[in-house]
């Protein structure tokens, strides 16, 4: 029987592929010499749902928080791509405002997620064992 990944689980994870997949639909929706923008839309919003994904199978808490950090960036990223879309006509105002939008909630998601694992206190190190440590008797 095959294990589910738990990322699918976070609600995080489920709101950044709701925005991916109306990245893509902008995306196909663009005219050929958009295609470097369109491009780097659809790596943008796959980067915010794949960095979520390998943080969330991360053990290490200050790990955990870099890949969620690299998701929010990526978050960002998508809402300039879209904000320059917008901005040419080749989106309309209410596509590239529900998808701010959308991208928002995300953000607002990880930057809680990134504060939980910031507020976790650091491990101590594990003491190294002593070689050649005389045993008591």
């Not at 950044?16 to 929706?29: E, H, K, L």
């Amino acid at each position: 029987m095959l294990q589910e990944f738990p990322f699918k689980q976070m609600q995080v994870y489920q709101m950044a592929r709701a925005a991916a997949v109306d990245a893509d639909v902008i995306a196909r929706s663009l005219e050929r010499h958009y295609w470097p923008v369109s491009s780097q839309l659809l790596r943008a919003s796959m980067s915010v749902m794949l960095n979520l994904a390998e943080g969330s199978g991360e053990y290490a808490t200050r790990e955990k928080a870099r890949f969620y950090r690299m998701s929010r960036r990526s978050c960002y990223e998508v809402a300039a791509v879209i904000d320059h879309l917008a901005g040419t006509g080749a989106v309309t105002q209410e596509a590239a405002s529900n998808l701010d939008r959308r991208l928002a909630r995300v953000a607002a998601a990880l930057t809680a997620l990134i504060r939980a694992m910031d507020a976790r206190p650091p491990k101590a190190p594990k003491a190294p064992n002593a070689p050649n440590a005389p045993n008591a008797p």
